[in-house]
């Protein structure tokens, strides 16, 4: 996502490119570091440094010759460039609607009547949809609340505030979080390469936030120094008989 939003944005001009200017270069080199930590973070492990008490499971899913791993790939690209649009979407809707838990509640409405549909036709069988009052009930209740309704406002109220670039430069940080957590609750191993590539994403946020906040400094002051659009457009005194 962190890819494609920058691409999306600039075609539809709500971000500006200079190449002389150091607030673009670095809003530019952070989104580059943090997509080469998200693939070192993914890809690579080196040492173990923490060895977990569970089975390691190898990570040879490259290898696998079933075409759903295509498949998966290809949806997960479709999904990204949708929610990209979907963030720029949200720009313009909060400036006329700056209601964030209004728009996430019809947004979240249009999503499950969507998914009951594709999920009535994917699995027609009821008994399939028996769901007792055990782990995965509880799974599906907290994802949907915390992960989906809530994660959903919290994102745009940060688009309200300071827009998309924040919340999509924040988004490589997610595979930092899941790394973390599924070494403290599911005893995961925790190597090298997670260090590194945590190190690699922390970095290019910083550049990509430090260069957004120069680029806003810059707009301010240039504001300032600009003369008023009211007294430059205000017509002269003209003299009239009486």
């Given at each position: 996502?962190?890819?494609?939003?920058?691409?999306?944005?600039?075609?539809?001009?709500?971000?500006?490119?200079?190449?002389?200017?150091?607030?673009?270069?670095?809003?530019?080199?952070?989104?580059?570091?943090?997509?080469?930590?998200?693939?070192?973070?993914?890809?690579?492990?080196g040492p173990s440094i923490w060895n977990s008490s569970l089975l390691d499971q190898p990570n040879d899913f490259l290898k696998s010759v079933d075409s759903s791993w295509a498949i998966a790939g290809i949806l997960l690209i479709v999904d990204y460039f949708l929610v990209s649009l979907w963030y720029i979407l949200?720009?313009?809707?909060?400036?006329?609607?700056?209601?964030?838990?209004?728009?996430?509640?019809?947004?979240?409405?249009?999503?499950?009547?969507?998914?009951?549909?594709?999920?009535?036709?994917?699995?027609?069988?009821?008994?399939?949809?028996?769901?007792?009052?055990?782990?995965?009930?509880?799974?599906?209740?907290?994802?949907?609340?915390?992960?989906?309704?809530?994660?959903?406002?919290?994102?745009?109220?940060?688009?309200?505030?300071?827009?998309?670039?924040?919340?999509t430069s924040f988004k490589p940080l997610q595979i930092v979080i899941s790394v973390a957590l599924g070494v403290i609750f599911l005893g995961d191993s925790l190597y090298v390469g997670s260090i590194i590539g945590a190190t690699i994403i922390s970095i290019?946020?910083?550049?990509?936030?430090?260069?957004?906040?120069t680029e806003e400094i810059e707009e301010d002051i240039g504001s300032l120094e600009s003369p008023s659009t009211e007294n430059a457009h205000a017509p002269l005194l003209q003299n009239y008989r009486t």
């Open positions: 996502m962190i890819t494609l939003f920058p691409l999306i944005s600039l075609q539809l001009r709500m971000e500006k490119l200079v190449i002389k200017s150091r607030s673009s270069n670095a809003k530019v080199m952070g989104s580059i570091i943090s997509i080469v930590g998200a693939f070192v973070l993914t890809f690579y492990n949200q720009v313009h809707i909060l400036k006329e609607f700056p209601d964030e838990v209004t728009l996430v509640l019809l947004y979240s409405t249009t999503a499950i009547i969507i998914s009951i549909v594709v999920a009535l036709l994917s699995v027609p069988n009821a008994s399939d949809w028996k769901i007792g009052l055990n782990l995965s009930l509880i799974s599906i209740l907290s994802s949907g609340i915390f992960g989906k309704f809530i994660g959903n406002i919290v994102s745009a109220w940060s688009i309200h505030l300071k827009g998309a670039v924040y919340v290019g946020l910083y550049g990509v936030l430090w260069g957004k906040a």
